[in-house]
């Protein structure tokens, strides 16, 4: 008898789950990516899908908008000094971290301070150098003061490594982050998934809309736009440019694009030779087919550049042309410096980044009238991550959107910049004056003088070739609601629904 009960019982339950199935579905969306996480510690994120988790377990003192402007996010307002070097953040008094404590002034200090140590090896370091001291006035109101005016401080605050971290908690984020934002941390299984669910004390008011983020890690992508058309997954992050033509004849699929100040390039490492010589970048640089790399890397969805700065900002230097490769031009710098005949070299292309294996291979051909012949070697992504980056003589890589003009820059280009030394360790002076009176400039008009003379000694003294800036593109079923693509290309879904 209690077994016929509890099949009764089981079937009674079974029918309510049918019943109700749907409902509870409409509750959890599901995305797909492509790449493991290597940290959940936001100081630390380095790729896309680990800012992805940033965005939505943590918050910033500040947000940026689709403009690129700081809103309040924990900070509620701000001030500066006439001279742009003491800014005050007034804290709102009702945001908790997700183990239920009140955001604090010495929570910020914190933060800053473990981007500022080196040991924590934070690619966002160099952003906050400018920091002479910070103090906590009072439990909610913190003060900066800076070594140089800075216009974009409040702006850096809304990047993806800035989010504001308890200071009780920092031995675990790597593997389990505690935040303030919409969304919390419920597990993560690499070559799975990750789990996040919502915020229930989350203090913007109706938001978020969705009870569950499961985050599929889905590395091919022909396999995460299949899971899109079967309704698998409801969201495909990045989808892979070869895909969009396919994904638009789905009428029961979006697709969502967006420009972006996002790039690829072509990383030659100046510490090593042939690249030590200038004339070797130069001769690289010059013989590249940037128009013809947006449609063989991005099939047009993108635009040439000379540097990462976009033919969209108002930084852009439209007095450099971007025209043919100079052949001829290229092969005498290359006589000069020793390389007549071109040399042999290997470019490593990260695997399961499909932009910038297409780089390298229209690198290869394109390199070879100059006699160089470029050997192809793919590498997987945590490999290239860990071996390549900053290690190899010629890679491809590529990074997405910053918040301001300087953070696109400075860090790249600087001597001393997080990501110079990681990527191609270069090394000009009249460079690194030019980028510190850049992001000390009192006015926009300074600004652009300076970063139109930048992008000048980019090109004549080149550490790598940007070939372009791409749009960033997503595609997801139409019963999910509320959802736009980013210029910063992570992914906001406080307002999003599914249907």
Known sequence: MR??????????????????????????????????????????????????????????????????????????????????????????????????????????????????????????????????????????????????????FA???????????????????????????????????????????????????????????????????????????????????????????EVKKNPELVVDSVPTSTWDGLIMNCSQKPFTDTRVRKAVEMAIDKKAMVQLALFGNGTPTHTMIPPSSPFYDDDIKIGAPDIAGAKKLLAEAGYADGFDITLYVPAGRPTRERLGLGAREMLKPLGIKVAIQEVPWDKFISDIEGKATFFTDGFFSRPTIDTSTYPFFD???????TLWHYKNPEMDKLLDAARGARSEDEQAKLYKQFQVLALEDPPGVIAYVQNHVNAYRKNVTGFHSSPMLWLDLREVAIQ
């Open 3 to 152: 077994k016929i009960v509890i099949s009764a019982v089981a079937l009674f339950a079974g029918a309510l789950l049918i019943f109700a199935g749907p409902a509870l579905a409409a509750g959890t969306l599901r995305v797909a990516v492509q790449s493991n996480l290597n940290t959940l510690d936001p100081a630390k994120a380095k790729i896309g899908e680990e800012y992805i988790v940033d965005i939505l377990v943590y918050s910033g003192l500040t947000r940026l908008d689709d403009q690129g402007r700081a809103q309040p996010d924990l900070a509620e307002r701000w001030t500066a000094s006439a001279d742009q070097k003491t800014w005050t953040f007034y804290l709102r008094k009702d945001a908790k971290f997700h183990n239920g404590r009140t955001v604090d002034a010495e929570d910020v200090i914190k933060t800053v301070q473990r981007i500022l140590d080196p040991a924590t090896g934070s690619p966002n370091r160099a952003n906050f150098q400018i920091i002479d001291k910070m103090d906590a006035v009072d439990p909610s109101t913190v003060r900066f003061e800076l070594k140089i005016p800075y216009a974009g």
């Open 155 to 245: 702006d850096i605050f809304g990047d993806r490594q800035a989010r504001i971290v308890p200071r009780d908690a920092l031995a675990t984020l790597t593997t389990h982050p505690v935040g303030s934002g919409p969304f919390m941390f419920e597990s993560y299984e690499p070559g799975n998934s990750v789990v996040l669910v919502k915020n229930p004390h989350y203090y913007v008011p109706g938001v978020p809309k969705l009870d569950k983020v499961v985050l599929r890690i889905m590395p091919e992508g022909a396999a995460a736009v299949s899971a899109l058309e079967t309704g698998e997954v409801d969201l495909l992050w990045n989808l892979p440019l070869e895909s969009i033509a």
């Open 415 to 421: 001597s001393s910049g997080s990501w110079n030394t």
